[in-house]
């Protein structure tokens, strides 16, 4: 499932391509046809994200909501629009250029109030400029529940998935299965303006990088990693492979749903 730096950079993709223009909106599969026809015609007027819902406003007409799951896609192209295939949920087109949206768990135009509902039932995002830890930091200060399953929760905190989660606990040396309460507010400050910092540099290369600088495999002379998910990590997915800092073999359990990793000398119980 993508992460949240990928939906801020969608939303800042169609803010670019779209934002302030009348655009064309239709459904060639036929699943948002009622929506589509709604927002047909209409100037894009706000696009913005919070974890990993995308909001696209269209003034009175309501917002698009769309959170792409598991499977969901969008690619973005220039004109000529080349003709869209029966699995397009939504086309947005303009004179410059399209996006075609593809499998979405939600695609659904929704009201202010709607929108509201959405927002106030998730946590703080790093990524949006008003948000703060200190809302996360209430539930995971008084929570038995591990420092990684809260993580993962989306009302605790939105937008950081399975990578985020953990390569921030690796970077700080958190042990995973460590309960909420027993972190100190000086660890989470620390690993919440690490994701902060983490998911701007993800929006901004559009992969995630996680490595220091002193780490890289052109500082440390080892080979760069192989792996379809692209930028550099320390731990995630990389199981049974020795650590780069300590040796260990990173280890792999499911937790919240996903596969955990984590190193075991790094991140000391």
Wanted: proline content about 8%; hydrophobic content about 35%.
């Amino acid at each position: 499932m993508p992460e949240g730096h990928t939906i801020h950079r969608l939303a800042a993709d169609h803010d670019l391509r779209f934002g302030g223009r009348p655009l064309r909106a239709s459904s060639p599969q036929g699943k948002f046809s009622d929506g589509a026809a709604l927002v047909d015609g209409q100037v894009l007027e706000d696009a913005e994200a919070h974890g990993k819902h995308l909001f696209l406003g269209f003034g009175p007409s309501g917002w698009v909501h769309i959170h792409l799951g598991l499977f969901g896609k969008y690619g973005f192209g220039d004109a000529p629009a080349p003709p869209p295939t029966d699995t397009v949920r939504l086309r947005l087109l303009n004179d410059a250029g399209y996006a075609d949206l593809r499998g979405p768990t939600t695609c659904a135009l929704i009201t202010d109030g709607e929108k509201q509902a959405i927002h106030d039932r998730l946590g703080p995002d790093p990524l949006r400029p008003d948000d703060t830890g200190d809302k996360a930091w209430q539930r995971i200060s008084k929570s038995r529940t591990t420092v990684a399953a809260l993580l993962m929760d989306q009302k605790v905190i939105a937008g950081v998935g399975n990578v985020y989660r953990a390569e921030v606990l690796f970077r700080h040396g958190i042990d995973p299965y460590r309960p909420g309460k027993d972190l100190t507010r000086a660890e989470w400050d620390a690993v919440w303006a690490d994701l902060v910092e983490l998911m701007r540099e993800g929006v901004r290369l559009n992969r995630i990088d996680t490595v220091r600088p002193e780490h890289t495999p052109e500082a440390m002379g080892r080979p760069p990693r192989v792996d379809d998910h692209g930028g550099e990590v320390y731990v995630y997915r990389r199981a049974n492979m020795p650590c780069h800092l300590c040796g260990s073999e990173i280890r792999t359990a499911g937790l919240a749903a996903r596969n955990l990793f984590w190193c075991p000398g790094c991140q000391k119980p």
